[in-house]
């Protein structure tokens, strides 16, 4: 079997360099492909490479679904029956997961050549909780759960830390408000 070298346009993956996951959270890594009449995907393979350690995360090829690293089993798939959509997905984000990863595909042409494409994803993870917006009572007020979504984003963006503690004075204000408005209009008239 030959390796064909075909134009950067022809059968291309696509995702981002990088990507920011958040700690115990499902994650996407993007990964995908424009299918082409005359080539069939034989193998996908999922690799990655921690700080101390690398390996192949998931496989995909003529036996089935493999997933190789232990620390992945039962956490981690890519979608079947959906023809250039090789994304890994990863159930519950840990720490340990940054990292590299890198999503690879072969194709085998008409004429049986074999076509080898990959691109690689940094991994950070964020050890905020996505379910800080959910953590607030759900019959309390709107403006804490408000904050704590916004105070997360700005976390996330690396933003400065004055403009969440400006945020959480503007909710405090807002929410003195209305119950100050509240205990006045409820206030019998003198």
């Known amino acids: 079997f030959s390796f064909s070298i075909l134009p950067a346009a022809f059968l291309d993956l696509t995702g981002p360099n990088e990507i920011e996951g958040v700690w115990k ?3 996407t890594l993007p990964c995908a492909y424009e299918p082409v009449e005359g080539f069939v995907q034989q193998t996908l393979t999922w690799t990655v490479v921690h700080d101390q350690s690398s390996g192949t995360v998931f496989r995909r090829d003529g036996s089935g679904d493999h997933v190789l690293l232990s620390e992945y089993r039962g956490r981690v798939s890519v979608l079947k029956n959906a023809p250039g959509n090789v994304s890994l997905h990863i159930l519950s984000l840990e720490v340990s997961d940054r990292g590299i990863y890198t999503c690879q595909v072969t194709w085998r042409a008409s004429n049986n050549s074999l076509i080898v494409k990959e691109i690689a994803i940094k991994v ?3 050890k905020a909780s996505r379910h800080c917006c959910g953590c607030c009572d759900p ?8 904050f704590c979504c916004i105070a997360l984003d700005f976390q996330r ?5 004055y403009l969440v503690i400006l945020i959480a ?3 405090g204000a807002v929410v003195f408000l209305v119950i100050f408005l509240i205990v006045c209009i409820r206030k019998p008239k003198d």
């Open 124 to 126: 950070e993870v964020v």
């Open 25 to 27: 959270g499902p994650t």
């Open 169 to 171: 004075v503007v909710c």
């Open 157 to 161: 963006s690396h933003l400065s830390v």
């Open 139 to 146: 019959g309390g007020l709107l403006c804490l759960k408000v």
